[in-house]
């Protein structure tokens, strides 16, 4: 398959042969193995082979261990076809250029260094899985390795540093036409950045930028979206509260088809943005508005102030009704339902 875009391929930590003989051995046996068994082919301790199990299933590999019966191998861990997306985008300004990590801290963290160091815009940071993926306001942001999309895009945007709040909208706006139109799930956005499927966060978006006043250097657009994560594999803590978008359709989705139909829907919004403004965006925005007309509380540097949300305005803040009618704006604060 021929495709015009360089594709770097970064290993992080090399497959040492003793992992890949426990993978070889629980592969060629349908049931399963012992530790017993795999320690003395290996010729090390059944505590060594654990360790290397542990190791496995943090890169992805379902591996079920059960007491006095051993190890059986589920299944194996899905990975991006990095070929395919380059051909679909390879007419995009975000399919010049892509680089390709089994395992990265943060996919933010790697492209603001390559943007700093002169990187063209367009170039894309991808990861099956992160080690210290975070989202707004510092929360961590965790995803199974496979299973999930995570990356972040390098913008060179002649706009002003009033307005690059906006590609965060114009982000979320084209997550959610990626998925609908890739999986058929109508995704909305909760104001500023999440991504919810049936009332619960499927995915989320976090900006970083660099400039000056009057002229941006450069923006990191990452995403990330919960695709294929099984229920069990979430964190206990946010079972109630996140979804994946197998959950909630009932079937696998295509990570690489989706990961190339984001970024030509991304693209798509950043031209007209940078054309014409942000007001296409903005009214596509309020269509998929996760808020609008719900009782909300948003956190501020003075407390929380709580209202009902009216929607966003020109610029991209949110707009809440308080008592009396008044209408208050905020262009930042975290926000909860009441």
């Known amino acids: 398959m021929e495709t015009g875009a360089p594709v770097v391929y970064v290993e992080a930590r090399k497959m040492n042969q003793s992992k890949r003989t426990v993978i070889d051995i629980l592969r060629e046996s349908p049931g399963f193995v012992s530790g017993e068994a795999i320690s003395q082919t290996l010729g090390v301790s059944r505590n060594a082979v654990h360790k290397h199990v542990n190791s496995l299933r943090k890169r992805g590999y379902d591996i079920v261990g059960v007491s006095r019966r051993g190890y059986r191998l589920e299944d194996e861990p899905s990975q991006l076809c990095m070929p395919l997306i380059a051909e679909r985008t390879a007419q995009s300004v975000f399919g010049r250029s892509f680089r390709y990590h089994d395992e990265i801290e943060s996919t933010n963290l790697e492209a603001k260094k390559l943007a700093a160091s002169g990187a063209p815009e367009g170039t894309v940071v991808v990861a099956e899985r992160q080690s210290a993926g975070r989202g707004r306001l510092g929360r961590r942001w965790t995803s199974p390795a496979g299973k999930g999309l995570l990356f972040s895009v390098i913008l060179r945007p002649p706009i002003g540093m009033a307005d690059v709040h906006l590609l965060t909208i114009a982000a979320a706006v084209a997550a959610c036409d990626a998925i609908d139109s890739t999986a058929g799930i109508k995704a909305r956005i909760k104001w500023p950045n999440d991504l919810l499927v049936d009332d619960r966060k499927v995915g989320g978006i976090l900006m970083e930028v660099a400039g000056e006043q009057d002229a941006v250097d450069w923006v990191v657009v ?112 975290d926000v909860t339902l009441r």
């Open 222 to 333: 990452g995403l990330g979206v919960n695709v294929n994560t099984e229920y069990a594999e979430l964190p206990v803590a946010l079972r109630r509260t996140a979804v994946s978008l197998k959950t909630a359709s009932g079937r696998t989705v295509d990570r690489s088809e989706l990961l190339a139909q984001l970024l030509l829907a991304l693209e798509t919004r950043y031209t007209d943005a940078v054309r014409t403004g942000f007001s296409e965006t903005l009214a596509r925005f309020r269509t998929l508005d996760y808020l609008a007309r719900r009782s909300v509380s948003v956190q501020t540097r003075r407390g929380p102030v709580a209202g009902t949300a009216v929607g966003i305005d020109e610029k991209g803040a949110l707009l809440v009704q308080l008592a009396h009618h008044h209408v208050q704006r905020f262009h930042s604060g």
